[in-house]
């Protein structure tokens, strides 16, 4: 049974900074692009980062590229995200997930992580 488990949000003001966590199970994670998304309310989920499985490729959404920074460690099937300069518009369900190489959509999903900034 594969898993996704985020962790590491929280409340944090305007200008802070907070590092996500995902640890996944059940997977072959080394085989898999990891990503995350989120939802903020009333609105539509959001593509933010996403990581191929070795570590070699990113991209991010245009509203956080330049203040969040995505990494994985495949040695501890975890996948991170750094979020810096966070601005209130960044409060969100944040949710990691994983796609196998060889597909295009996203197989797996975790239970998300609320993150809420103050301004």
């Known amino acids: 049974q594969v898993q996704l488990i985020e962790s590491g949000g929280g409340l944090v003001q305007a200008g802070g900074s907070l590092r996500l966590s995902c640890a996944a199970s059940g997977l072959t994670f080394s085989n898999y692009f990891m990503g995350w998304f989120r939802q903020a309310p009333g609105k539509e989920r959001e593509f933010v980062a996403r990581?191929?499985?070795?570590?070699?490729?990113?991209m991010y959404g245009s509203s956080v590229k330049g203040r969040f920074t995505i990494s994985r460690d495949n040695a501890k099937n975890t996948v991170y995200l750094q979020m810096n300069s966070l601005e209130p518009e960044d409060t969100a369900v944040y949710y990691c997930?994983?796609?196998?190489?060889?597909?295009?959509?996203?197989?797996?999903w975790g239970q998300g992580t609320q993150v809420t900034v103050s301004s």
């Open positions: 990581i191929r499985w070795d570590g070699g490729l990113f």
């Open positions: 997930a994983a796609r196998g190489v060889a597909v295009s959509s996203w197989d797996y």
